[in-house]
């Protein structure tokens, strides 16, 4: 087996590498990569971003949003998860057959002092029956990764308000990920591991799948990217996980409502969403407004789903012309996702 330490800490970075690495390099062994990143939200092939994300939430926090060429649900991490990635030739594993790329990992924890980590349904690893582990598998041209997540500190309280979205407010045919209880690792391990920083979980957790006692001893079995690869994954980074089109534009058709009482009058803003853009839009209510507010509508059609696109719009109107009394932030929010 080789292994590959990503450096970067940014999840669109580390997704163009695994995608790269997988279609371009021949290894005559399977390959594990492990990476870490700044908080962020990466939805699944089939999801409807903006169904999964709190927008307001994740601006605010500058929380990096992304979306992977893998299936499953969506899920955060920050500094103090660690993700894995195990790539094999298809012909060696069952696509699907999540226990058979996780079971190294889980008996690496095992031997770390979290015995009670197992593979429990479909595509999930477990803590005292606690989920701590999100797993996915993609395939393509003869190859196989599945790649997932190991929370060992995370912020909870951030993921809980990240990837909060009220039921109501977005519907679409995108598959829904089945939010269940969350825990961190360490607590499980044994004391002498409790305190170590992510960086050094995934060295220990390297040295216990190689079964190895140091990092020099497997230093001959490191893939390390050249420049040559960089220039390619540069260019995987701007064609997908950087790519607006791709990280939202690619959700499913979908429709979007938001509707808020005021002392003034309610205001209900309801769109359609096709291709990650406006192509209609109906503001209802029994506002006042000494311009018909049809103006609005038609400047939104054709423009991106998204708040800086969606308030650009906006400033081009006197909005107290349409809504009058109404306060401007507060009604640009019920426009915005």
């Known amino acids: 087996m080789y292994y590959v330490l990503m450096k970067d800490r940014d999840i669109r970075d580390n997704l163009a590498t695994e995608q790269y690495l997988m279609n371009n390099v021949e290894f005559d062994e399977p390959l594990v990569l492990f990476y870490i990143e700044k908080p962020c939200i990466i939805v699944g092939h089939n999801q409807n971003t903006l169904e999964e994300i709190n927008s307001d939430y994740v601006k605010d ?10 299936g499953g649900g969506a899920v955060y991490q920050d500094l103090g998860n660690l993700c894995f990635s195990f790539v094999v ?21 095992h031997d770390m002092g979290a015995t009670t980590a197992e593979v429990s349904g479909r595509n999930d690893l477990l803590v005292d029956g606690n989920k701590f582990s999100g797993n996915a ?29 009220p039921a109501d407010k977005i519907a679409s045919k995108g598959i829904k990920s089945i939010r269940s209880r969350v825990t961190n690792l360490k607590p499980y391990l044994d004391e002498k591991y409790q305190n170590l920083t992510t960086e050094q979980f995934r060295d220990r957790l390297l040295l216990e799948l190689f079964h190895a006692d140091n990092i020099e001893d497997i230093k001959d079995k490191e893939y390390v990217v050249t420049d040559e690869d ?35 009058g309610t205001v209900d803003v309801r769109y359609n969403v096709e291709d990650g853009k406006i192509e209609n839009a109906e503001i209802y209510g ?20 998204d708040r800086d696109e969606i308030l650009s719009v906006l400033a081009k109107f ?17 426009f915005t996702p």
Do not use: C
């Not at 003869?142 to 909870?156: A, R, W």
């Not at 506002?287 to 049809?294: E, H, L, Q, S």
């Not at 809504?323 to 929010?333: A, H, N, T, V, W």
């Open 286 to 305: 029994d506002y006042f407004g000494m311009k018909d507010a049809n103006d609005i509508k038609k400047a939104l059609l054709g423009v991106k789903f």
């Open 89 to 109: 030739d298809s012909d060696d594993k069952n696509f699907g057959d999540f226990k058979s790329f996780t079971q190294p990992i889980v008996d690496a924890l």
């Open 230 to 264: 960089q220039k390619a994954i540069d260019k995987i980074k701007e064609d997908y996980y950087y790519n607006w089109d791709w990280v939202y534009g690619k959700s499913p058709k979908f429709t979007a409502k938001q509707r808020k009482h005021f002392d003034m």
């Open 318 to 334: 006197n909005l107290d012309d349409y809504f009058k009394g109404i306060p401007q932030d507060e009604l640009s929010k019920l």
């Open 61 to 70: 926090h500058n929380i990096t949003v992304t979306r992977r060429i893998s």
């Open 137 to 165: 598998m993609y395939s393509k041209n003869g190859k196989t990764f599945s790649h997932g997540t190991l929370s060992l500190d995370v912020d909870l309280s951030v993921l809980t308000e990240a990837l909060n979205v």
